[in-house]
């Protein structure tokens, strides 16, 4: 039977990844019954809704039965995050459905032949230089969700110069987690939050980069090790056995004769890297043009879209494979679809029983009578732990920073420390939790558990947080300010 093309979700990595977020579903749940309702009163500050702090009561638990528990992932398509879950959903679709459409095609194959080519052959320079490109997408602009077309990409050349797909995701969107985390112009962290404390905007910059240039090279490292360990006993990889027959089917090809014969594409190609360049164009605008900012995700499936599926009817390939491979990457995705629906359906538990504001206040409890480092620490945690729920980082941002403020004065941290602490908390646990939906696609679209992707990771955390805890102590420790 012939392959299908483009990514296909594995039945074990999707039926694991349904348990653990059915668990989280009725965890949540859980504490819906268990934890007194709440709320904090809210008012609109420059065109946001923002917590009014020491304005928390206890109020009567909402009528929430148990059945709607499970009912949650659908709701969420009526709630009010409907249309970023929604415009998640398609995103996903178009995505998988181009790639699927370049892979058939040997539009993808041939692309990657060339960028091999022009590094000539010094590929851990190559996995350096692509991981410090993704980290920088991610601490300057802020991207995320849009680097994910790139993944699948990051994934075929890994298993073209005889790595897996870990390596794949390392250097493409762990690389640009790691960059949004340690960020140094990010406006969805670093912007909002400094703004929410009324720091000038990008201020404390120079404490940033000895912040990412450590970040940077410790993924660098943990990458290039690892890399290095499978290329020297393949049987070593997470997912050698997922994973087998994709890797044999780009090693073995000749990179030198692909890049040779590549011109019978060349108006694939042509059309293709036009795309690709309005597509890098939107990710780099978008931060600095409101008008693009709300839409740049949808735009950037639309045009990573249009440009995979025309440049594979530009090649020799009959329309009807074409058409065949588009339909292989949409199904071969679809599965990923209600695991989307399912992790956001945990935000919406706890906001519906009431309880959203009682875990937050309850929190930040404990910073009021902290010192000034174990506050710092707290803020980071308490992002952590509000991640869980809550995955927009401007989101989570309104939602926490009025009420961390004023306790941070209190206690003696800078509102700039405060900032750091929360950024922090906010980015790296983006690569952790099953409820992020980023996490979640990508995964999908390398056929990677989440068992072992937290099998891969745990090293690098072990390593990237005591790391952070000793930049927010020295933080501290010099007064870190402005203010």
């Given at each position: 039977?012939?392959?299908?093309?483009?990514?296909?979700?594995?039945?074990?990595?999707?039926?694991?990844?349904?348990?653990?977020?059915?668990?989280?579903?009725?965890?949540?749940?859980?504490?819906?019954?268990?934890?007194?309702?709440?709320?904090?009163?809210?008012?609109?500050?420059?065109?946001?809704?923002?917590?009014?702090?020491?304005?928390?009561?206890?109020?009567?638990?909402?009528?929430?039965?148990?059945?709607?528990?499970?009912?949650?992932?659908?709701?969420?398509?009526?709630?009010?995050?409907?249309?970023?879950?929604?415009?998640?959903?398609?995103?996903?679709?178009?995505?998988?459905?181009?790639?699927?459409?370049?892979?058939?095609?040997?539009?993808?194959?041939?692309?990657?032949?060339?960028?091999?080519?022009?590094?000539?052959?010094?590929?851990y320079l190559l996995l350096v230089v692509i991981t410090g490109f993704f980290m920088m997408m991610g601490a300057f602009f802020g991207l995320f969700e849009e680097v994910v077309p790139l993944v699948p990409l990051m994934i075929?050349?890994?298993?073209?110069?005889?790595?897996?797909?870990?390596?794949?995701?390392?250097?493409?969107?762990?690389?640009?987690?790691?960059?949004?985390?340690?960020?140094?112009?990010?406006?969805?962290?670093i912007g909002v939050a400094q703004r929410l404390a009324g720091l000038p905007m990008f201020s404390g910059f120079l404490y940033r980069v000895p912040i990412f240039l450590t970040i940077f090279a410790v993924t660098a490292i943990?990458?290039?090790?690892?890399?290095?360990?499978?290329?020297?006993?393949?049987?070593?990889?997470?997912?050698?056995?997922?994973?087998?027959?994709?890797?044999?089917?780009?090693?073995?090809?000749?990179?030198?004769?692909?890049?040779?014969?590549?011109?019978?594409?060349?108006?694939?190609?042509?059309?293709?890297?036009?795309?690709?360049?309005?597509?890098?164009?939107?990710?780099?605008?978008?931060?600095?043009?409101?008008?693009?900012?709300?839409?740049?995700?949808?735009?950037?499936?639309?045009?990573?879209?249009?440009?995979?599926?025309?440049?594979?009817?530009?090649?020799?390939?009959?329309?009807?494979?074409?058409?065949?491979?588009?339909?292989?990457?949409?199904?071969?995705?679809?599965?990923?679809?209600?695991?989307?629906?399912?992790?956001?359906?945990?935000?919406?538990?706890?906001?519906?029983?009431?309880?959203?504001?009682?875990?937050?206040?309850?929190?930040?409890?404990?910073?009021?009578?902290?010192?000034?480092?174990?506050?710092?620490?707290?803020?980071?945690?308490?992002?952590?732990?509000?991640?869980?729920?809550?995955?927009?980082?401007?989101?989570?941002?309104?939602?926490?920073?009025?009420?961390?403020?004023?306790?941070?004065?209190?206690?003696?941290?800078?509102?700039?420390?405060?900032?750091?602490?929360?950024?922090?908390?906010?980015?790296?646990?983006?690569?952790?939790?099953?409820?992020s939906p980023v996490l979640l696609i990508s995964l999908g679209l390398a056929a990677v558990s989440f068992g072992k992707w937290l099998k891969f990771t745990w090293k690098i955390w072990a390593v990237v947080v005591p790391i952070?805890?000793?930049?927010?102590?020295?933080?501290?420790?010099?007064?870190?300010?402005?203010?």
């Amino acid at each position: 039977m012939e392959a299908k093309s483009g990514a296909q979700i594995n039945t074990k990595a999707f039926i694991q990844s349904v348990i653990i977020l059915l668990v989280l579903m009725i965890t949540a749940g859980v504490l819906t019954r268990v934890l007194p309702a709440g709320s904090y009163t809210r008012n609109e500050v420059d065109g946001r809704v923002v917590i009014v702090p020491d304005s928390y009561q206890v109020t009567d638990h909402p009528n929430y039965p148990v059945w709607r528990w499970f009912t949650a992932p659908v709701e969420v398509l009526g709630g009010s995050d409907a249309l970023i879950i929604i415009t998640i959903m398609v995103f996903i679709l178009l995505v998988a459905g181009a790639f699927a459409v370049m892979e058939k095609s040997g539009i993808l194959t041939a692309a990657l032949a060339r960028i091999v080519r022009a590094f000539g052959g010094r590929k851990y320079l190559l996995l350096v230089v692509i991981t410090g490109f993704f980290m920088m997408m991610g601490a300057f602009f802020g991207l995320f969700e849009e680097v994910v077309p790139l993944v699948p990409l990051m994934i075929a050349l890994a298993y073209f110069l005889g790595w897996d797909a870990l390596v794949g995701l390392g250097m493409s969107i762990l690389a640009t987690n790691m960059g949004f985390s340690a960020a140094l112009t990010n406006p969805f962290t670093i912007g909002v939050a400094q703004r929410l404390a009324g720091l000038p905007m990008f201020s404390g910059f120079l404490y940033r980069v000895p912040i990412f240039l450590t970040i940077f090279a410790v993924t660098a490292i943990f990458l290039v090790r690892y890399a290095k360990k499978i290329e020297k006993r393949p049987e070593s990889s997470l997912v050698f056995g997922e994973d087998k027959v994709v890797r044999a089917k780009y090693s073995n090809l000749d990179l030198e004769k692909i890049a040779a014969n590549s011109g019978g594409l060349k108006k694939a190609s042509i059309w293709f890297v036009v795309f690709i360049f309005l597509v890098v164009a939107t990710l780099f605008t978008s931060p600095f043009v409101p008008a693009i900012s709300d839409y740049a995700l949808p735009i950037v499936g639309i045009l990573f879209f249009i440009g995979g599926l025309g440049a594979g009817l530009l090649t020799d390939q009959p329309k009807k494979t074409v058409w065949k491979a588009l339909l292989d990457g949409v199904l071969g995705i679809l599965p990923g679809l209600p695991l989307i629906m399912m992790a956001a359906s945990i935000k919406f538990i706890i906001t519906t029983g009431g309880v959203m504001d009682t875990i937050l206040n309850t929190a930040s409890l404990s910073l009021s009578h902290a010192a000034p480092t174990s506050a710092a620490f707290l803020i980071y945690g308490l992002a952590l732990l509000m991640e869980l729920f809550i995955g927009s980082a401007g989101a989570k941002a309104v939602l926490m920073m009025p009420i961390l403020l004023p306790l941070a004065d209190l206690v003696g941290v800078t509102r700039q420390v405060t900032v750091l602490a929360y950024c922090f908390g906010d980015g790296f646990s983006n690569m952790v939790y099953p409820t992020s939906p980023v996490l979640l696609i990508s995964l999908g679209l390398a056929a990677v558990s989440f068992g072992k992707w937290l099998k891969f990771t745990w090293k690098i955390w072990a390593v990237v947080v005591p790391i952070t805890l000793l930049f927010l102590w020295l933080a501290v420790a010099i007064g870190y300010g402005p203010f």
